[in-house]
């Protein structure tokens, strides 16, 4: 199941009831009291927390530092996207990877 939060205060938005609004503003925070696009909530799928060291998966230094990071909330767009971009990092010429390694790094990827 995936929740929506606020990007503001971090707490669960509600799907917007008002037909009118409900089109261009689809989430609303009663906290904030305010309408946001689809685009703007963070979402984040809740799946049952296994430890790092129980997991079967190679991860890198990096990824664990994304996992154990200090923001809890990480758009699933984003993380999706850098997740497409590792599949297809070694398909990518040479001379291209430390740019976007440089360019990954200044946003925190």
Partial sequence: MIKYYCPKC??????ETDK???KEYPYFCSNCDENFYKF???????????PLHKR??????AEIKIIKGNC???SCK?????NI????????????????????KKLGL
């Fill in 85 to 104: 971009l590792m599949e297809y990092w070694d398909s990518l010429p040479d001379e291209e990877k430390p740019k976007i390694d440089r360019k990954l």
């Fill in 10 to 15: 971090k707490k669960v938005v509600r799907k």
């Fill in 56 to 61: 079967k998966l190679d991860l890198t230094k």
């Fill in 78 to 82: 984003y993380k999706k996207a850098y």
């Fill in 40 to 50: 703007e909530v963070v979402c984040k799928e809740n799946k049952p927390l296994i």
């Fill in 20 to 22: 009118k609004l409900k």
């Fill in 72 to 74: 809890p909330f990480i």
